[in-house]
Structures are given as structure tokens and as C-alpha cells.
């Protein structure tokens, strides 16, 4: 395998990497070199397996650093920032920023049996599961703790354009986080940086599997899908991989399906 990356003073900053699309983009990621922080959240009884996820990226050879901490939380993303831009130093920069968080409200809108959906609940996910994005876009840019050619990329999914039920505020989210990378692509197109969003199919995560209906969802992927399979949290790590590559340079401001086809019907 060709480490690309190597030598080359390059990390990637993955919000939400103890588990799914994350973990499994820095495994790939590490593979051919880079360099892996990761921001996660999780409780005490989840660190042992955890560890041993993160034991495996650093068996790669690579520097590895996790914070277990709050990405929403202003002061904490901030004290983040510092404390990264003091292990970088001068010559080492991020040169890919992934977006992979989960936090929001599964609530129906209308319903006699369950806790409607709510103004706060709205608040809480599009600020978590999409303006954040900018959050830390902009504490990382300001930090200058970018690299040349950096890249921005985040996890979407086809609820961006799709009403599924108790998915409204989530949607929402989705919607904002296309519209926000499309705005950095343009407004940070002088220094180098570009972004893009990867519309991930249908992956068997715990994030999936708190969409209420879930089994149903992927019964009928089943169906649905092309090449008869789910998509998995790989698939989406090779294509981040593709996107960090300098052939990929010229690719921003979009939305990128992998799902193998699922899109299509």
C-alpha cells in the first residue's frame, strides 16, 4: 500500500470518530499516513472498546490524539483548537476537517402516544448537526491551522430532500449543512480550502438504528438498492479518502452520492 501521506505533516480532525462513518474514515485515513485527531463524546463505560478502536489507528504508525469533549460547546471547541494548535506547531497542518456528528431529536410532529417535536428540538439539531460545521471551519481558519489545500467534508444522507417520519428536525439539519459547505466552497475558495458534502446511503450505525422505523428502512434499501446491500461505513471512508487525494483538487461546493446506486431508483 502506498502511504501518501506520510512524512508529509498532515492531520485530519474528525468530529464524531469513535464510531460509524468516523471511525471507520480514520482508519482509512491513517492507513495511508495521515496523521488522526479525534473529537468524540462518550460515556465511561464505552471506553474500553473505544480504545481498542483507537489502538488500532495508532498501530498505523501515525500520531494519534482524541479528545473526549463536547464539539458543540463554544469554550470547549476553543480550548481544542489551542491545545491542537500547540501539538501541530509551525510545520504540521489539518489537511482534512470531517464533519461525522449525530446529535438531534427524532420527534413526531403530530402524535397521541410520543413527545412532539418542538422549536427547542429544531434549535438544538440544526445548530449540532449543521452550523457547527462552520464553527469549527471558522475556529480552525482562524487558528491557521490549515493546510494549503485542506478539505471540508461532511456526512449527509437522503432525508436532505426526503420526509421521513420523526426525521423533520434532522432533515432540517441536513439541508443546513448542504447549504453552509456550499458557502464555504465559495468563500474560502482564495485560501485553498475546499468542501464538499458525502451523501452516505442507507449504513447500518447507531445513528440509523434511533430513526424510529429503522428496520423498515433497511428492509426496503434492501430492495431498493441496485447492488442488493446496505452501504457500509467503509464504502464512505474510501470515498473521503479519494476526496483528500490532490486529484481531487477540483472538486467543491457538492453533494456526492455513495450508495452505490440507491439514489437512482
Not at 18 to 31: D, I, M, P, W
Not at 37 to 49: G, I, K, L, S, T
Not at 72 to 79: C, G, I, L, N, S
Request: hydrophobic content about 40%.
Amino acid at each position: 500500500m502506498i502511504k501518501e501521506f506520510t512524512d508529509k505533516n498532515y492531520w485530519a480532525l474528525i468530529l464524531g470518530g469513535s464510531s460509524g462513518l468516523g471511525l471507520a474514515t480514520a482508519k482509512k485515513l491513517a492507513k495511508h499516513g495521515m496523521n488522526i485527531c479525534v473529537v468524540h463524546r462518550n460515556p465511561r463505560m464505552q471506553e474500553e472498546a473505544i480504545s481498542k478502536e483507537f489502538k488500532i489507528i495508532e498501530q498505523e504508525g501515525i500520531r494519534f490524539k482524541a479528545f473526549n469533549s463536547d464539539a458543540f460547546h463554544q469554550q470547549k471547541r476553543e480550548a481544542i483548537v489551542q491545545e491542537l494548535k500547540s501539538i501541530l506547531g509551525e510545520n504540521q497542518k489539518i489537511k482534512v476537517l470531517v464533519h461525522s456528528v449525530a446529535k438531534g431529536n427524532l420527534k413526531p410532529m403530530v402524535s397521541d402516544e410520543k413527545a412532539e417535536l418542538q422549536h427547542d428540538d429544531f434549535t438544538l439539531t440544526i445548530q449540532a448537526m449543521g452550523i457547527s460545521l462552520y464553527d469549527w471551519t471558522k475556529s480552525i481558519f482562524e487558528a491557521q491551522l490549515f493546510a494549503a489545500d485542506a478539505r471540508i467534508l461532511s456526512f449527509t444522507s437522503e432525508g436532505n430532500s426526503k420526509a421521513w417520519q420523526s426525521y423533520a428536525a434532522v432533515s432540517a439539519a441536513k439541508a443546513t449543512l448542504e447549504a453552509i459547505t456550499r458557502n464555504i466552497a465559495l468563500e474560502f475558495a482564495p485560501y485553498g480550502i475546499k468542501a464538499n458534502c458525502i451523501q452516505a446511503g442507507v449504513t447500518d450505525t447507531t445513528s440509523l438504528q434511533m430513526i424510529p422505523g429503522s428496520e423498515q428502512i433497511i428492509k426496503h434499501t434492501l430492495k431498493r438498492n441496485p447492488n442488493k446491500r446496505l452501504t457500509t461505513p467503509e464504502d464512505v471512508a474510501n470515498v473521503v479518502y479519494l476526496l483528500t487525494k490532490d486529484e481531487a483538487a477540483w472538486i467543491t461546493g457538492t453533494v456526492i452520492p455513495v450508495d452505490g446506486g440507491e439514489h437512482l431508483i
